[in-house]
């Protein structure tokens, strides 16, 4: 397994068993497996950690996982939603940083919190089409670690001296500078179009869902408990590798109840009519992370005797118009997931796993709530009747977002993997449905199945 | 960690003042590069009258290498190395005239030199007097070995009665004690048992296809073992818990292996690394248990929470995963099961009781599994490290570490690689004659065998 490898030519796909709508032209694309490193606080372990840093300790993980090392993989997609201007190719500097064939080529994406799904739904597409036959998705984020960039009136004044050719030129440009222009501009979770940060946007659609803060903290220390339960049977073993002394998500509370969040105050909606209901313990705090999934044709696994955990069945991207108010900002995946199942021929029930992204507590419920609400279901999704409850008992069973903590781009490579290899572990014809919400009021969705 | 003492006494001005002062004064030992010869210069064999024949073979197996063979010592040679090949020794008087030989050779032996003497073992002689001839040429190496200067090291090599000096592992075991890949292996007689085993077709790459797991593979001499594994050609599956993960990546993809984060002590343990190595390589042939802690208490104050997680991992864990395997029949045609002893299990070492119960427990493991394995094909057999250089060692107090470091015939504390070189050996296909037995690697250490 030590010698680089040229991928062999793509052999004539064969037809596949997965229920997504034009899959019969295309192979598959599997999940092999996933690595991440334990998600910290921020300001934590990872404080002096760059996205380069972790999504390389992410990435040399897998590489060990899978043996791949000195392999020229098909391609590697990362990204990272804060980012340093000088990391416009965070990736491939990662890949070069790693025991990777430095002849692995590798591009950034980012599309918010959805980064790291959009780069496992762009490189299973290639797969599909015979393109490349592996690659490694994945993505990285640090708040610690956050770019800094100086205010833009100082920024227009150090280009224009750059520019400058005589003194008098600087000297004019020097002198447009003001104290104030010193100050730094740090990115904040801000809409741009709409100033309100992500809590306080989910808090509109909290309250207006009517969500009660009772039913978000249940659902958070679900997360936490289930998350600690999935540590203490080993079954992170294989999708983790620790890194800075960290062996486990540093958000996490196993002994936590519903009892001490009901004591947290609120942070968020707090102007609003409704009582506010959005804690600290119910969203998910600003973490730092990295995650990697490895995704490859069936013969390409098969020589290499690596297991095949999933097949990516098919996906669907959503967008919703929060800046007019028509949607809450976190909910397109309450509108791209009708559409997935239709094109699928699947309901809504006919999954045993869901994974949806715990960016609030509220945004799960919200998410549940429109599903179930006939009105809603009919007038905005234009179906018939209500798509349903989901089976709370199938939903994020080994903890999510709230518990693990969220680096932005790094949590949909965290729930691949983790849906993976639980679909493996249900055995055949198990099926699992992602959405992760973003911020831009967009979602990705996804359909899996156990290999 | 670095031997301070060590480099100041060998470069320098210290080196002068050292020189001086009459302080002992540790060599450089010579260990193994790609390319450097096999021993530093010419190679004298020399033999009793009886051996003739065995020593003849011995020689033209040198020739065959390459190397520069005398059969008596001139009187102005510089030696890279001695062989004293006794194989047919009847009498403790037959012993005079090869011995006194080679004490005016050991004077113009190089720096970095070897003495190996070949003979037979005690227990299987005929008569009394030659028991006494063969017992005594034991005496003698461990003597000889203590008497060697400048990074020297005297071995024996004890063929059993019927294996000839040509077996494989009798070259084998041959070429090992000539080599820099023996250098903190001084004092000891490697034995071999049986024709069994296989000359490599290059000796750089001897264990070329082999797959092979360690345990205990993200750092120390674990790390150590599974780069010598592999740079002699072996596929690693390095394996750690999975605390240890991070390091353990940097291992696996430094040899271009695969990691597998497993806590050995796991009821599931020998189902999940048999899992993995089926379904990457199909089959296994060299497994190192090499994880081990420590938890040292005076036996006054010993508790179970210090007690049993130490034979768990160093003793119960091998002995579970080695009988999985030898049932599962995952393992290749001649499998190699290596283990790590201690000298603490042979000499027995205060505040480890624990340590000392799981590394003894180890030696009599091998002793007990050898013939199961020889059914399967293969062999086991335990390496036992005296003061090695690691992080474990370095967290022992100073003036103990001191001490501790410079109580053997080589004044020093040997490299993880030095274990590792010999576990390779053990676990190469040469060595397929050598089955139950506990090599030690202490650069002679004063205690114990």
Known sequence: ?451 | MTDTYLNLVNTGFTKKLAKQLGLPRPAVLRRHRPGAPLVPGPVVVLDDAASEKDADTVAQQLLDWDLDVRRHAGPEERFGAAVVVLTEVASPEDLSAPVLALGPVLKRLAPGGRVVVVSRPAAGATSPAAAAARQGIDGVVRSLAKELRGGATGNGIVLADGVAPSAPSAVGALRFLLSGRSAFVDGQLVEVDSDAGELPTDWERPLDGRVAVVTGAARGIGAAIARTLAGQGATVVAVDVPAAGDALAKVANEVHGTALQLDITATDAAERLLQHVRSRHGRLDVVVHNAGITRDKLLANMTPEKWDPVVGVNVMAPLRITDALLVSEALGEAPRVVCLASTSGIAGNRGQTNYAASKGGVIGMVQASAPALAAAGGTINAVAPGFIETDMTARIPFATREVARRFNSLQQGGQPVDVAETIAFLASPQAGGINGRTLRVCGQNMVGR
Not at chain 1, 88 to 111: C, W
Not at chain 1, 164 to 174: D, H, I, Y
Not at chain 1, 244 to 268: H, I, Q, Y
Not at chain 1, 391 to 398: C, E, F, H, I, K
């Open chain 1, 1 to 451: 397994m030590a010698a680089p490898r040229t991928s062999p030519t793509p052999a004539p796909a064969p037809a596949t068993t997965g229920t997504g709508a034009g899959a019969g032209t295309t192979r598959r694309a599997v999940v092999v497996g996933g690595n991440r490193i334990p998600f910290a606080r921020a300001g934590g372990p990872y404080a002096h950690s760059s996205n380069q840093d972790m999504l390389t300790a992410a990435l040399e993980g897998l590489v060990a996982r899978f043996g791949l090392a000195g392999e020229r993989i098909g391609e590697v997609a990362a990204g990272a939603v804060l980012k340093h201007s000088r990391d416009f190719n965070l990736t491939r500097e990662s890949v070069l940083g790693s025991a990777l064939s430095p002849e692995t080529p590798a591009y950034d994406v980012q599309m918010a919190c959805a980064t790291g799904m959009e780069t496992v739904l762009g490189l299973s597409n290639k797969i599909r089409l015979g393109q490349i036959d592996s690659a490694v998705a994945g993505g990285v984020d640090s708040t610690s670690d956050a770019p800094i960039a100086v205010s833009e009136p100082l920024r227009r004044v150090l280009l224009d001296l750059s520019r400058a050719k005589t003194p008098q030129q600087r000297l004019k440009a020097v002198s447009r500078l003001r104290p104030a222009h010193l100050a730094p501009s740090a990115p904040t979770t801000g809409e741009p179009r709409t100033g309100l940060s992500m809590g306080e946007h989910q808090a509109l659609t909290t309250a207006a869902w009517g969500i009660t803060r009772e039913a978000q903290d249940e659902l958070a220390v679900a997360s936490h408990h289930r998350l600690a339960a999935a540590y203490e049977r080993g079954f992170f073993d294989d999708l983790m590798t620790p890194y800075r002394r960290l062996t486990r998500d540093a958000n996490l509370r196993a002994d936590t109840s519903v009892e001490k969040l009901a004591g947290l105050k609120p942070v968020f909606g707090k102007s609003l009519d409704a009582p506010a209901t959005m804690t600290a313990g119910n969203s998910t705090p600003l973490s730092d992370g990295a995650s990697t999934v490895l995704l490859a044709s069936d013969e390409w696994a098969a020589e290499r005797g690596l297991p095949v955990l999933a097949t990516i069945v098919d996906a669907e991207p959503g967008a919703v118009d929060f800046v007019h108010g028509r949607d809450g900002l976190l909910m397109a995946g309450a509108h791209a997931v009708p559409r997935l199942l239709a094109r699928n021929g699947l309901t809504l029930q006919d999954f045993d796993l869901y994974e949806i992204h715990e960016a609030f507590a509220g945004t799960v419920l919200c998410n549940l709530a429109a599903w179930e609400d006939e009105d809603f279901c009919r007038e905005r999704l234009g179906l018939d009747k209500a798509l349903g409850s989901v089976d709370r008992s199938r939903l994020n069973v080994t903890g999510s977002s709230l518990a693990a903590g969220h680096p932005f781009a790094a949590t949909g490579g965290r729930i691949v993997a983790t849906l993976a290899k639980l679909l493996a572990e249900k055995g055949p014809g198990s099926r699992g449905l992602i959405s992760v919400c973003a911020a831009g009021g967009q979602a990705i969705t996804m359909i899996m199945e156990a290999a």
